[in-house]
């Protein structure tokens, strides 16, 4: 089946950077859109970033400005490069990939943590 291996999270210092990755692999299907959502502890899921196979991006409003989603449909990967971290940036991030056709279900990632201190 299809899997989504995650990586690039880690701990960084108030204002650092991180670059998280996903790619897909074992696919039969066509990548649709993919993104990134994340979970702080007592917080509900919340998307943070969208792309869709053309490139079209989308963001929540708490990260636009500081973080950028991109994809290389040749490599089945979705990247997330996240600057001007702040602490309140610090969950677990799951990638997250839909395909074509849409009868095929959409996958998440095992999650990557990002911690950032303060």
């Known amino acids: 089946q299809v899997q989504l291996v995650e990586s690039g999270g880690g701990l960084v210092q108030d204002g650092g950077s991180l670059k998280l990755s996903c790619a897909a692999s074992r696919s039969p299907f066509t990548l649709d859109t993919m993104g990134w959502y994340r979970q702080a502890p007592g917080k509900q899921r919340e998307l943070v970033a969208a792309?869709?196979?053309?490139?079209?991006?989308t963001y929540a409003d708490s990260v636009k400005g500081r973080f950028t989603i991109s994809r290389d449909n040749a490599k089945n990967t979705v990247y997330l490069q996240m600057n001007s971290l702040k602490p309140e940036d610090t969950a677990v991030y799951y990638c997250?990939?839909?395909?074509?056709?849409?009868?095929?279900?959409?996958?998440w990632g095992q999650g990557t943590q990002v911690t950032v201190s303060s």
């Open positions: 792309i869709t196979r053309g490139g079209t991006p």
């Open positions: 997250h990939a839909e395909f074509w056709p849409k009868t095929v279900r959409p996958y």
